[in-house]
């Protein structure tokens, strides 16, 4: 059967030419039908706030979405994990009919007695925006009695796609935002948005801060409480990491409170030490400038030699990748590429039209460019462009190892960090794992071709 | 066995919500069924994200690909209804996968909403000229959970597709509940052995198993095939595995179709596969051939060799009522004690399907309970040992006791795929395993180092 991209994904699929940036169709519903790798609104609000390890997350709907949300992200706490439990109101059949409120509030009410949370989540999922649940009364409700901040997720699944969820999310983020304490902070302090300490990242981001001087006011939400998000409107400066889900927040924290933002990234060495400095710049302060270069400078003299070892055995090899945002897209382009990685293939989920004029200007000639890509199209784009190592999470994984391809996880679920400069090791590290394993000389596809090498070689 | 108080049977200790639910949704258990028929596309009417958790979820378990499409819900369809979109999912599905057949199976969302798939399926077919096979069920995760969605889709299938008839065939109809791809292939071989052609529903002993191939497949090869099941009412016997059904199942509607049907449960232990192998037996009128007896042996021989390890130890059993059965059988079979069986199912078919075991075995029953009621009763039940998924591990760290995975999902060790619980042969596998899990505490635990136990 020869493949071709489906009709109604007709400008979704695009290769990078000379001829410059063309206009990739994106942010619209997934084609009925076409096996996309995205999942629903309710995922994206419960990706963002999932971290906040001293917060109730109750999902509010039959208890599906509660289960395959259950300890999905490798987002660790230094202390409380509540975050790390499913809560479900479990709604059946009687609820269907007769309304899910009542059970709704006395599940909050018991949840709350019982692990004494510093705020609760409901998230609204499909079923409740159909029978018409008012969510928001019944947190309203429960927040009075208790004295906790109860706050409705409108996250029903149908509501749009997985951004849509983070604009649902970022809409009861600022419902905590702006209701705690305002002292002592000083000048040099910032939020972190969008990361999600996944394996211990904010913590690693957050000692660069600590030695450049830098108060981080607020993660949100990696390692995430309830009390610092409530005080994130007092730093000066807000570090977008994850720019797709926590732009919207961004903005409305600049509008409502006057912070201004900088996107950046701490994937791999170059975007680690520009966001450093850019941040240092922000803050404009020639110390904290100082520090920037010094930890950079130590840093990359203790990770660099490493690199440039992987690097001996990388040089050349070909890598496709699929991840949600584009600003790790771009990131992981440049972090291979210092690893002597060509992409071949990139796409993503949640991809805007500005993102992915970028994705083509950072990406080398002839790279396939996808938005909201499904399985069958990675899976012919992966043979297409020779990739050796594919770069995305679990739903991607067994489409490369089915053709004999490595895989590196570089989705919230792995446990290996791979931020910061430390992280580039670990990524390097996993890349050259996968990348360079004999066991690919093996696999069909590619003994065949070591096969017909031989014989070349013998027949010379 | 005393009866679990209704405290136990609540949804968990001290209020109304699930934690740590220890059940899936219904269309996960529809898309595994389906996995299992060849040249299948399982397709989910609702939102994009039901099919996509689902997905995950599965690979996760399998580490293979699994296509599920959907039908991409958005708000317009919530308000208006998914025909139009579950007709293009149907013609995007058909053009990408080319299938043999389609499987619908109803989200949350699409039930609450009233859809009439029955009728938007016959609104499809007067419309397209050419379109592949496509059977439906109805799987509200608000009424049940993967196992109910399982034997649902199963029983859809045999409805729509075994309408065969005719001179009886030298086969036999095998219907498992959900087993790993090792445990099909070898039930498979079993029955086999005795001369008969068994048609597994479902078989994605391979479909969820596969091998690498020097091009990507876009279905994998394997699976019951359509016509296997279309001539399934010409077998000699239907063998259900499924002890623990209270709704009709798909042996009901061979039954109807005329093929006699054996109701066997998990064939787990000695007397377990005993009964399998004499109703195959008796089917075929053949004797157990040589090697399965060598088999047997050899798993009495095992339990001579170990029975002392696992003379009286509390065993606490957690997962599909099915499996949760099985395993408390051989357990007893072999001196233990399953002190605590609980599902999350709700059918309240596990405490009848125990009712066979020598009193005093089963302490306590929890059905309909999340892990949360799980590890409340395991701190009063105090066992040695927890058997089931992945999922329990939080509560086996918690409770000091060692975990030995069985069941789905298993998403922290490799080879689910490849764990055989079935048959003798299987049976010592799981014996050797339970055995060594103790072994390996007893050894761990004590002030010396013996090499030798």
């Known amino acids: ?460 | 066995m005393t009866c679990a108080t209704e405290h136990a049977l609540s949804h968990s200790v001290s209020d109304a919500a699930t934690v740590n639910p220890c059940t899936l949704c219904a269309p996960l258990g529809a898309v595994l069924a389906s996995a299992g028929v060849q040249g299948a596309v399982p397709l989910l009417h609702g939102a994009q994200g039901c099919a996509t958790y689902i997905r995950r979820y599965l690979i996760s378990h399998f580490r293979e690909p699994i296509d599920v499409a959907s039908s991409s819900f958005g708000e317009a369809q919530t308000v208006f209804g998914g025909e139009s979109n579950l007709h293009r999912a149907l013609d995007n599905v058909a053009r990408q996968y080319q299938p043999k057949l389609v499987t619908v199976a109803t989200t949350c969302l699409a039930e609450t909403i009233g859809e009439d798939v029955g009728r938007l399926l016959r609104s499809y077919e007067e419309k397209r000229d050419r379109h592949p096979p496509v059977v439906s069920a109805s799987t509200p995760s608000f009424k049940d959970g993967h196992v109910e969605g399982f034997h649902t889709m199963v029983r859809a299938l045999v409805e729509s597709l075994a309408l065969q008839r005719g001179t009886p065939l030298r086969s036999v109809n095998v219907l498992p509940p959900i087993v790993s791809p090792a445990d099909l292939r070898h039930l498979s071989e079993i029955a086999s052995a005795y001369g008969l052609s068994p048609t597994i529903l479902p078989d994605y002993s391979e479909t969820l198993d596969g091998v690498i191939a020097d091009h990507y497949r876009p279905l994998p090869s394997g699976g019951t095939r359509i016509e296997d099941i279309a001539s399934m009412p010409r077998a000699l016997a239907t063998l259900d595995l499924t002890l623990t059904g209270t709704a009709p199942r798909a042996s009901a509607v061979l039954c109807e179709r005329g093929v006699p049907m054996r109701l066997l449960g998990l064939p787990i232990g000695i007397r377990a596969s005993d009964g399998l192998c004499d109703a195959l037996g008796e089917i075929s009128g053949a004797s157990m051939p040589d090697w399965l007896e060598m088999e047997r042996g050899r798993l009495l021989d095992a339990y001579a060799d170990g029975h002392k390890y696992v003379f009286g130890k509390r065993v606490a059993l957690y997962g599909d009522p099915e499996l949760v059965v099985g395993l408390a059988g051989f357990l007893a079979e072999i001196g233990a004690r399953p002190v605590l069986c609980a599902t999350g199912a709700r059918n309240r078919a596990l405490r009848n399907a125990l009712e066979g075991l020598p009193s005093g075995t089963v302490e306590e029953v929890i059905e309909d309970g999340d892990f949360g009621a799980i590890e409340v009763a395991c701190r009063r039940l105090k066992p040695e040992l927890l058997m089931g998924s992945s999922k329990g591990y939080h509560m086996a760290r918690a409770l000091g006791v060692p975990l030995l995975r069985v069941g789905f999902p298993i998403h922290d060790r490799m080879g689910a795929g490849r764990l055989l619980f079935v048959g003798y042969r299987g049976s010592a596998q799981l014996f050797d395993n339970v055995v060594n899990t103790l072994l390996e505490v007893k050894q761990s635990a004590s002030p010396t180092a013996f090499s030798y136990l």
């Open chain 1, 1 to 460: 059967m020869t493949f071709k991209v489906l009709d109604d994904r007709a400008g979704q699929v695009i290769r990078t030419s000379k001829q410059g940036a063309v206009e990739v169709t994106c942010n619209k519903a997934s084609a009925a039908g076409s096996v996309s790798q995205r999942a629903c609104t309710f995922c994206g609000s419960r990706v963002v706030l999932y971290p906040i390890a001293d917060a109730l997350h109750l999902v509010h709907g039959p208890v599906g979405c509660a289960a395959y949300t259950w300890d999905i992200r490798g987002a660790l706490s230094s202390g409380p994990e509540l975050h790390r439990i499913s809560c479900s109101t479990d709604l059946r059949e009687r609820e269907i009919v007769l309304g899910g409120e009542k059970r709704l509030e006395e599940s909050l009410r018991g949840l709350i007695a019982r692990y004494s949370p510093r705020a609760a989540f409901v998230y609204a999922t499909c079923v409740v925006g159909v029978i018409g649940d008012d969510v928001s009364a019944v947190c309203k409700r429960v927040e009075a009695d208790v004295g906790i901040p109860v706050i409705a997720v409108q996250s029903e699944g149908f509501r749009g796609t997985k951004r849509d969820g983070y604009s649902a999310a970022t809409r009861a983020l600022l419902e905590l935002i702006g209701t705690g304490s305002i002292d002592s902070v000083g000048p040099l302090s910032i939020n972190l948005l969008g990361d999600f300490n996944v394996a211990g990242e904010s913590w690693i981001i957050k000692e660069y801060f600590s030695r450049m001087g830098v108060e981080v006011v607020s993660v949100l939400t990696g390692d995430g409480r309830v009390d610092e998000i409530r005080r994130a409107h007092v730093a000066r400066l807000n570090v977008v990491q994850c720019a797709g889900s926590m732009t919207p927040l961004a903005k409305a924290m600049e509008e409502k409170y006057g912070i201004p933002f900088i996107r950046v990234s701490f994937f791999g060495i170059e975007d680690t030490a520009k966001a450093l400095y850019e941040v240092a710049e922000k803050l404009g302060d020639k110390a904290v400038a100082q520090r920037a270069q010094e930890l950079v400078r130590a840093e990359l003299g203790k990770v660099l030699p490493a690199l440039k070892e992987f690097k001996k055995d990388l040089q050349g090899k070909r890598a496709g990748l699929y991840v949600g945002g584009a600003f790790k897209a771009f990131s992981l382009v440049r972090a291979l590429r210092q690893l002597g990685v060509t992409v071949a293939l990139a796409g993503t989920q949640t991809g805007s039209r500005e993102e992915y004029e970028e994705l083509q200007a950072v990406c080398d000639e002839n790279t396939i460019i996808v938005d909201d890509t499904n399985a069958l199209e990675l899976a012919n784009f992966l043979v297409e462009q020779d990739i050796d190592v594919f770069i995305g999470g679990v739903k991607e994984r067994p489409i490369a190892y089915k053709l004999g391809i490595g895989f590196c996880d570089h989705n919230h679920e792995r446990k290996i960090p791979l931020a910061g400069f430390e992280g580039a090791v670990a990524f390097a590290r996993e890349i050259h794992a996968t990348a360079t394993s004999p066991i690919w000389s093996l696999m069909p596809r590619k003994a065949s071709r070591v096969r017909a090498a031989l014989a070349k070689a013998v027949a010379l």
